[in-house]
Structures are given as structure tokens and as C-alpha cells.
């Protein structure tokens, strides 16, 4: 039995001043048992987040494939572990796309993520172009043969399935849909990983998941949690998301 992760994607947003949502989120996802829940906060919040967050754990978004280097203005696993950090994001769309991060690039952070104890989610999701060209699922699993990290085991890391023309748009998929493609994610995984890994995987779904969705869209089979842009910034939003996953 998979339980359910519910996390938030900040983004670039979030300053000091946010503190006391974080707080506020994590206060609520204390008391609501059954399901997990953390938040991915910029760099800069990771450490004072920590302090407000209880034992919600705080993630990064991206982390360097290198633990050290001449790489000017990148993070690294270690750095994001030193500051307080419990897990983070790996390959989200944005960054593949502003960064052109390949699935190498990818497979090495999260590769990196394991060195240095951090969990990953690693993200993967196809364009509006290529679902239109019938190509989703050939493009998700390919991803995800192509990223997938050496070591990848259930207890670290976690996929997130993220059609690309459903971040911060207010499309989603159809439940249909969402069940076909984490049906096929589960597959691809046996193949790669071994049934038993298979099985114990989470893979979320992510892309304009709200309090009105969420109970659908995570009910559907193969899914186990949400990731949560927009959604995640505010207690008033993200914490109906967390209880919907903590219901079903
Ligand atoms: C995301 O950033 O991963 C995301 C899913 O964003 P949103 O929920 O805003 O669509």
C-alpha cells in the first residue's frame, strides 16, 4: 500500500515574509494523518523554513549533478542537505525547458540527490505538441528510461508525472487519461526496476491540481499524490489538497 505524498513546488516565489504560511501549512498537515506532505521552496527559504515546518520535511527544486565546482550560481545536493533540506525536485518541465536540462542531466542530479540523502522527485510530462501528435506516452516512458537514476529504489525516490500544457494553466487531463499514462509510468518502472519497485514507487501527478480536483484527479488508479505549483502557496489553498489525499 503506497501512502500519499502531497508536495509543493514554490517556484521562484516566497520571502521571509511567507514564514508563517509555511507554518501554517505544516501545522495543518501535522494533524491530518495518512498522507505525507512537504514543501519545495527556493533555496533562500530552505533553512528558515525548517524552523517553522515542524516535521513537515522542506525541499529544494534543482540541484547540481556535480557535489562541487566552477558552476556559477548552481546549487549542489550537499548544499541543499546543509541547509535543512530533506528531498528535492529534480527535472520539472520549467527547467528542462528555460535550462535545457537533458535526461542526462536529470538522472545525474538525482543521482547526485541520493549521494547526499536527499529523496527526489523526478519529473517527467509531455508537450501539448506531442500529446496532439499521439505521442505522450512514447515520450513520458522514454523520459523515464533516459532519467532514471542508478540505485532508484522506493525509499528515495519518487516520479511525477507532469503533462507539460497542464502546469499553471487550469487544463488537466482527463481522469482517463491520468490512469492510462501512470498505468503505462507503472510498467515502465517494472521494466526497468523490478516488479517489486514497481509497486512501491509513488508516482504523483502534477499540473493545476486544486482543492476542487484533487480528490478526482488522486483517485485515480496509479496515483499517488500530487505535485502542486500555484496551488501549494498559500495554507488556505494547499491544505484541502493535503486532506483530499489524506481521504481516499
Ligand atoms: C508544478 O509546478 O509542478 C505544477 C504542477 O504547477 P501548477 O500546480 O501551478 O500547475
Not at 1 to 13: E, I, Q, T, Y
Not at 194 to 207: C, D, I, K, Q, S
Amino acid at each position: 500500500m503506497r501512502r500519499k505524498l502531497v508536495a509543493g513546488n514554490w517556484k521562484m516565489h516566497g520571502l521571509i515574509a511567507a514564514l508563517p504560511e509555511i507554518e501554517a501549512i505544516a501545522q495543518a498537515a501535522a494533524v491530518t494523518p495518512g498522507v505525507d506532505a512537504a514543501l519545495c521552496v527556493p533555496a533562500t527559504l530552505i533553512a528558515p523554513a525548517v524552523t517553522v515546518a515542524a516535521r513537515m520535511p522542506i525541499g529544494g527544486q534543482d540541484c547540481h549533478a556535480a557535489d562541487q565546482g566552477a558552476h556559477t550560481g548552481c546549487i549542489s545536493a550537499a548544499m541543499l542537505r546543509e541547509a535543512g533540506a530533506a528531498l528535492t525536485i529534480v527535472g520539472h518541465s520549467e527547467r528542462r525547458a528555460d535550462q535545457g536540462e537533458t535526461d542526462a542531466d536529470v538522472k545525474g542530479k538525482a543521482e547526485a540527490a541520493r549521494r547526499h540523502g536527499l529523496n527526489a522527485i523526478l519529473c517527467v510530462g509531455e508537450t501539448l505538441d506531442q500529446r496532439d501528435a499521439g505521442q505522450a506516452e512514447a515520450v513520458v516512458t522514454a523520459q523515464l528510461t533516459d532519467s532514471m537514476p542508478d540505485g532508484a529504489a522506493a525509499d528515495w525516490l519518487s516520479i511525477a508525472y507532469e503533462p507539460v500544457w497542464a502546469i499553471g494553466t487550469g487544463r488537466t487531463p482527463t481522469e482517463a487519461d491520468v490512469a492510462a499514462m501512470h498505468g503505462a509510468i507503472r510498467a515502465k518502472l517494472a521494466e526497468l526496476l523490478g516488479g517489486e519497485t514497481a509497486a512501491a514507487m509513488r508516482v504523483l501527478y502534477g499540473g493545476s491540481v486544486n482543492g476542487a480536483n484533487a480528490a478526482l484527479l488522486l483517485g485515480c488508479a496509479d496515483v499517488d499524490g500530487a505535485l502542486v505549483g500555484g496551488a501549494s502557496l498559500t495554507a488556505e489553498k494547499f491544505v484541502p489538497i493535503i486532506e483530499a489525499a489524506a481521504g481516499l
